[in-house]
């Protein structure tokens, strides 16, 4: 198994919900991503995940919680949003964090869109 | 701190001709540099990278890029264009083992022509 999913596919929340992004991938990859993507622009890293702990937290607002409950897992937790955190959020793991030179290997996403 | 430039916004090619994606890096140490492909809503998919050996190298759907270290260019290639092709191309760069970022060009959108 070589791929990342993540689930819902499509997500419309009003910005007083609490809704949760998943990804789950089986590769024993033990490094794994959220990256927040704007129409035609590059991914933002938003946090880094490293054997379970949260290693990189790019100064994301604390309406994003980030939890991993296992080297399989990452969620992403939603509380009071904003229209402009409307985005296609993606997932993405990697062997290690630090000192390999493997690719990234990204999820399809998940299409928030925050009324 | 890295950076990688991709100078085209969008290509244009016509189906069957040679296309060229441009991207530039300036990175501390050996460069790690990757191309990603990514069609309308959805993910980033690998195309391929260059760590270390040969120039050339070659990547999925008939793709190749070369690396060339005086021009800090790692330009993307295909000798005969198709429709398929059109989509967002990403070019990113790790900075060495002790690197835990990918540092993603701006992007250039892709659109080849029948």
């Known amino acids: 198994d070589t791929e990342v999913t993540q689930t819902p596919k499509h997500l419309v929340m009003g910005m007083t919900n609490k809704k949760s992004l998943k990804c789950e991938q089986h590769?024993?990859?033990?490094?794994m991503y959220w990256y927040k993507q704007k129409a035609k622009k590059p991914p933002e890293l938003m946090f880094v995940?490293?054997?379970?702990?949260?290693?990189i937290n790019e100064s994301v607002p604390s309406r994003f919680s980030p939890e991993c409950p296992n080297s399989s897992l990452l969620n992403l937790h939603l509380h009071a949003l904003q229209p402009e955190d409307s985005a296609l959020y993606l997932c993405?793991?990697?062997?290690?964090?630090?000192?390999?030179?493997?690719?990234?290997?990204f999820g399809p996403g998940t299409r928030l869109t925050v009324l | 701190a890295q950076s990688v430039a991709q100078p085209e916004d969008q290509v244009n090619v016509a189906e069957g001709n040679p296309l060229t994606v441009k991207c530039t890096y300036s990175?501390?140490?050996?460069?790690?540099l990757f191309w990603y492909v990514q069609y309308p809503n959805r993910g980033l998919q690998f195309l391929l990278k260059?760590?270390?050996?040969?120039?050339l190298v070659k990547g999925s759907y008939g793709f190749e890029a070369e690396f060339n270290k005086s021009q800090t260019s790692f330009h993307l290639k295909k000798p005969s264009a198709l429709v398929s092709d059109s989509a967002l191309y990403f070019c990113?760069?790790?900075?060495?083992?002790?690197?835990?970022?990918?540092?993603f060009g701006k992007g250039t959108k892709l659109s080849v022509i029948p």
């Open positions: 995940y490293s054997y379970e702990k949260l290693s």
């Open positions: 993405a793991s990697r062997p290690q964090l630090r000192g390999d030179y493997n690719e990234q290997f």
């Open positions: 590769m024993g990859h033990r490094a």
């Open positions: 990113a760069a790790h900075s060495g083992a002790g690197s835990y970022q990918l540092t």
């Open positions: 990175v501390s140490g050996n460069p790690y």
């Open positions: 260059y760590i270390t050996g040969d120039n």
